[in-house]
């Protein structure tokens, strides 16, 4: 029998819902009441709207700092919204006031009379974005619109899930359908529920909807709470989707921690899904566009098959 490669590395995922929340948390106390003093943008690639200009944010102070989606909203006097997406390789970086943007990665600075807030972007792929808009209806223009899920109640949830039917993963991380889950807590929270990611949506039964919603809430704050704790009252570093701790992603070929099987995964274009076979599939493995392809007869189907 031919056996799966093991030697893949893991695909790269942006900040969720946890990441974002705790990056807002420790901004607040930084920046709220603060003016925005300089905004020093380093790459042409990085602000994307026009009207209002960049440099119309200088001299505002911030009123509040919010989350919308997966983007960090900065809130400034005159009704003037400052967007950030970090999208797969963006990073927020506290400094000391004035400190000069990084050469290679950096984005822009954010300068407050209390420090500066660094964007930087990893990789030659220049994805995280800036917008300035002008009134909650510009702000409206950028929301996917996605459920609040921390705030949803189950019977919304549940309709929310069997709008369309797709995989669980699918729409799980589907910003237009649910705010602020991705790759990473996806996984975690597929595992938690027990539920295969290659399950159809609708074809959830009433106990497993109650399940997913459960493990859903608790996920995302159990993992909100470890990384504020990490955090304590440090600026975030090393923000990643793969974390000490996590159940099956980023786990691919380590033992579940909850009945020691294999972690499982399917690799589809710059996206993943970790699962275990024995929690989640009933021993089956998920096919891999990909490997399946290639191995063809040779493609396990079961967990003893490997």
């Not at 967007?83 to 990084?102: D, E, N, Q, S, T």
């Amino acid at each position: 029998m031919l056996r799966v490669p093991t030697a893949v590395q893991p695909v790269a995922t942006m900040p969720e819902l946890p990441d974002i929340l705790v990056y807002i948390d420790c901004l607040k106390p930084r920046v709220i009441g603060q003016p925005l003093e300089r905004l020093r943008i380093a790459s042409p690639f990085l602000v994307r709207s026009v009207d209002p200009p960049a440099a119309s944010a200088e001299g505002r102070t911030v009123q509040a700092v919010r989350r919308l989606g997966k983007r960090i909203v900065l809130g400034l006097d005159g009704n003037l919204f400052v967007v950030l997406h970090l999208m797969i390789a963006g990073r927020l970086h506290w400094k000391a006031r004035g400190v000069p943007v990084p050469g290679k990665k950096g984005l822009a600075a954010f300068d407050f009379p209390s420090g500066s807030l660094v964007l930087t972007e990893a990789g030659s792929k220049k994805r995280a974005s800036l917008h300035l808009v002008f009134g909650q209806e510009g702000l409206d223009r950028l929301d996917p619109g996605g459920l609040e899920v921390l705030q949803a109640p189950a019977a919304q949830f549940a309709e929310c899930l069997r709008r369309a039917n797709h995989t669980l993963k699918r729409a799980l991380t589907d910003p237009h359908l649910f705010s602020g889950i991705g790759n990473a807590y996806s996984d975690e929270i597929l595992h938690a529920a027990r539920l295969s990611p290659l399950q159809l949506t609708r074809n959830l039964d009433d106990e497993e909807m109650a399940r997913l919603h459960a493990s859903v809430v608790r996920v995302l704050l159990e993992w909100t709470e470890r990384i504020r704790e990490q955090a304590g009252s440090d600026f975030p570093e090393h923000v990643t989707a793969f974390r000490e701790g996590m159940a099956v992603h980023g786990r691919f070929g380590k033992a579940c921690p909850v009945c020691g099987a294999p972690v499982q995964r399917i690799v589809y274009a710059e996206n993943e899904a970790n699962y275990c076979a024995r929690c989640q599939t009933g021993d089956r493995l998920l096919a891999d566009r990909a490997l399946s392809r290639l191995l063809r007869e040779d493609w396990p189907r079961r967990l003893a098959d490997e």
